[in-house]
């Protein structure tokens, strides 16, 4: 007969390896050699059944916490990215949770929104809460981790930190030699947030390939998007004001989809048409481009296939694998509706 405790354990209470071992009448090892399927064959199956029982009645979970401490593996991760419902970010995560989840991991997340004291602060919460090992996604770190961890598009350096990022130079070829070919020489560009990982590489990378092409980038159609959103507002506000001041342009180069569809609403309320009066090139590829109306021209990005790449990574360096530093992916282009030959010059009012 099993021992009854003086406070009975009720379903749906929180359960203790102590309280399930006393409720039992058996040894917290014991109860512990079970459930966690260690070796031990002076273990009778009927105990052993007894305790699977109990331990599913009363909705017992072993924590990982204390197994971590234990030196034993939780097949958990951490990651980290800027903002959990954006299209590029959404299909970054859902290309590394597929792959974790084939692979037996569970996965924690915590979103920072550039945030610098949460980017810092939080590696250390979750190794606290047991993960093997951190994903860091467009997330600015700079200093070493005291446990595995892969980056996704960071373009800092880390000793011992491998780095999965775009090609950011063949991506500005694609984007800005598309758009010579049809005849645009008056390029209005969008130049992302200082907090973006992205945001430096990708403008260095536009401005050496259009020195090239021989195109100037002019500062007055430049726009320096600042705003920490990742909703179309972005393009569509920046697109508005620089309406408000040039509309002698003929193509726009936007820092990413989101804010290319932003840009080609801007368009739309200004009285132009996209393409036939304004070329928009986006970047990313996110699902929704191919469903916007116009179809969006841009640049892809294989976010799910990149994301799937960093977790690989993360796996092996967990393993103990020797993996590269720096894992660079090939852009494409995306020609849909949104780009055109230049018709005629955007002529000033409406």
């Keep these: 007969m099993t021992k009854k405790l003086s406070l009975p354990i009720e379903p749906g209470r929180p359960v203790s390896l102590k309280m399930l071992a006393a409720y039992l009448d058996l040894s917290a090892a014991t109860v512990s050699f079970v459930l966690n399927d260690a070796p031990n064959r002076s273990i009778p199956e009927k105990t052993r059944q007894r305790v699977r029982d109990a331990a599913k009645k009363f909705g017992y979970q072993p924590s990982h916490i ?14 980290l990215l800027p903002e959990i419902g954006n299209g590029y970010h959404s299909q970054v995560l859902s290309g590394a949770a597929d792959l974790l989840m084939k692979e037996g991991y569970f996965f924690l997340t915590a979103h920072h929104r550039h945030r610098a004291d949460l980017v810092s602060k939080y590696p250390g919460l979750l190794q606290a809460r047991g993960v ?7 997330t600015h770190f700079e200093e070493a981790l005291s446990c595995p961890a892969v980056t996704l598009a960071s373009h800092t350096a880390i000793a011992g ?20 070919e049809l005849g645009h020489r008056r390029i209005a560009m969008m130049r992302g947030q200082t907090f973006s990982s992205d945001s430096r590489s990708r403008w260095q990378a536009t401005l050496r390939v259009a020195k090239a092409l021989g195109l100037q980038v002019l500062p007055e ?8 959103s990742y909703s179309p507002e972005l393009g569509y506000e920046s697109v508005k004001e620089l309406l408000s001041r040039h ?17 080609v609403r801007a368009l739309y309320d200004a009285g132009l048409h996209v393409p036939t009066d304004v070329s928009v090139v ?20 294989p976010l799910e296939a990149m994301g799937t790449a960093a977790a690989s990574l993360l796996l092996k360096k967990i393993g103990g694998e020797a993996v590269p530093e720096l894992t660079r992916i090939e852009p494409s282009l995306m020609l849909r509706e949104s780009t055109g030959p230049v018709a005629r010059a955007v002529k000033r009012g409406r």
């Design 282 to 301: 986006g970047f990313d590829d996110i699902m929704a481009a191919e469903f916007y109306t116009p179809r969006l021209t841009t640049i892809r990005q």
């Design 161 to 180: 930190v491998p780095n999965v990022m775009l090609d950011d130079e063949r991506a500005a070829e694609l984007a800005l030699e598309h758009l010579y």
């Design 247 to 263: 509309k002698d342009f003929t193509a726009v180069l936007a820092f990413n989809d989101v804010a290319a569809i932003g840009a």
């Design 132 to 138: 093997e090992g951190l994903l860091l996604i467009d």
């Design 221 to 228: 159609l430049t726009m320096h998007l600042d705003k920490d």
């Design 66 to 79: 204390a197994r971590s401490l234990q030196g034993r593996r939780t097949h958990t991760i951490g990651i």
